[in-house]
């Protein structure tokens, strides 16, 4: 049997439903109810003071780094990343708790572009590792679905291999 009915010139579908006795548009559809309004969020005191508090700390970041950079060198650079840890642990702990602003979020990305781009001479890569791998720490807690591409490339002296490698 044909079920595409490409070649019939109608189709039956059967019995024909009777609606004589049917009244249309006789009663309004049932409106929905309207959804209560919502009392805005308003955060507590704690809350503001702890979002403006990164949001300057995470201001300052950058200019703190190449400030420990200039006067301390690589070690500088390293006791900063502790440092700088610590703060991603307590913005993990807000963000967690629902408390961390979207203001606050967008701040610590940019703070992440910043320290990046910012010119180090740091020959020790494994200091250069460790900088990096904090910058991706806190990126992937605020907006893990992103990749990027702008850490600098570690500067490993690696034997050279055209002239037949090591031996």
């Not at 019939?8 to 209560?36: I, K, N």
């Not at 703060?87 to 408390?99: A, C, P, V, Y």
């Not at 890569?125 to 990126?139: G, N």
Request: contains cysteine; hydrophobic residues 35%.
């Amino acid at each position: 049997m044909d079920y595409t009915a490409k070649n019939a010139e109608h189709v039956d579908f059967g019995g024909e439903v009777d609606y004589s006795g049917h009244q249309w548009f006789q009663e309004p559809p049932p409106r929905p109810e309207p959804q209560p309004i919502a009392e805005p969020y308003i955060p507590e005191q704690s809350v503001i003071m702890q979002n403006e508090a990164f949001d300057f700390a995470l201001k300052a970041a950058p200019n703190v780094l190449y400030g420990r950079y200039k006067q301390y060198g690589q070690l500088g650079v390293l006791a900063w990343c502790s440092e700088f840890g610590e703060m991603i642990d307590s913005l993990k702990e807000l963000g967690f708790r629902g408390n961390m602003f979207v203001t606050t979020r967008t701040q610590a990305l940019r703070t992440c572009e910043e320290i990046l781009k910012l010119k180090l001479d740091i020959e020790m890569q494994i200091i250069l590792m460790y900088l990096s791998s904090q910058v991706a720490r806190l990126r992937r807690f605020l907006d893990g679905e992103r990749q990027w591409d702008d850490y600098p490339a570690p500067k490993f002296p690696l034997p050279d291999y055209r002239q037949g490698g090591p031996s």
